[in-house]
T-cell receptor
């Protein structure tokens, strides 16, 4: 079983829509959680860290549920530029980052 | 400022050939990571350096893979006797601190194709 599992999608949504997706992680010792964004044939870039209390960054909201070991990302008022693959990333203290395979989001005009 | 750079950006190798991939981290970054990303997958950890010390090489898939960072800055990932299954994008990332969970900044990757 992979350490981080994501629904690969694709999620095809119209501009202005809200889209949300989750990832699950298997290691209960995981301490740090992130969402990275990866555009086609580009390197991953940090979108946001995920905190236990949940956090927002503009149109993006991340939630963490430690009991159920899942992380969510919600994108409000989708823009064409939000089209990308979103990578869920977790790690434990002193450990290496574990990446999910990514969820593909396509926003259409 | 300058980000993480990698060279070459693209490499085509014949099966059995040795290759060397270079990573120039952001200046002053203590930690350096190598990842392998196959098509349609997320990056998979290969190895991690803190300055010149290789602290974790548990992700290297075989003894054909070797990485070094002799002066604590530039790093080289070497793959000996390449196989077709080595075809992937090799990503390098650096971070400013010793904490693995700090934000990692990725380079553009080297796209390796083994024929």
């Amino acid at each position: 079983r992979k350490e981080v599992e994501q629904d690969p999608g694709p999620f095809n949504v119209p501009e202005g829509a809200t889209v949300a997706f989750n990832c699950t992680y298997s290691n209960s010792a995981s301490q740090s959680f992130f969402w990275y964004r990866q555009d086609c044939r580009k390197e991953p870039k940090l979108l946001m860290s995920v905190y236990s209390s949940g956090n927002e960054d503009g149109r993006f909201t991340a939630q963490l549920n430690r009991a159920s070991q899942y992380i969510s990302l919600l994108i409000r008022d989708s823009k064409l530029s939000d089209s990308a693959t979103y990578l869920c990333v977790v790690n434990k203290v002193g450990g290496k980052l574990s990446f999910g395979a990514g969820t593909t989001v396509t926003v259409r005009a | 400022g300058a980000g993480v750079s990698q060279s070459p950006r693209y490499k085509v190798a014949k099966r059995g050939q040795d290759v060397a991939l270079r990573c120039d981290p952001i200046s002053g970054h203590v930690s350096l990571f190598w990842y392998q990303q196959a098509l349609g997958q997320g990056p998979e950890f290969l190895t991690y350096f803190q300055n010149e010390a290789q602290l974790d090489k548990s992700g290297l898939p075989s003894d054909r893979f070797f990485a070094e960072r002799p002066e604590g800055s530039v790093s080289t990932l070497k793959i000996q006797r390449t196989q077709q299954e080595d075809s992937a994008v090799y990503l390098c990332a650096s971070s400013p601190d010793r904490l693995v969970q700090e934000t990692q900044y990725f380079g553009p990757g080297t796209r390796l194709l083994v024929l």
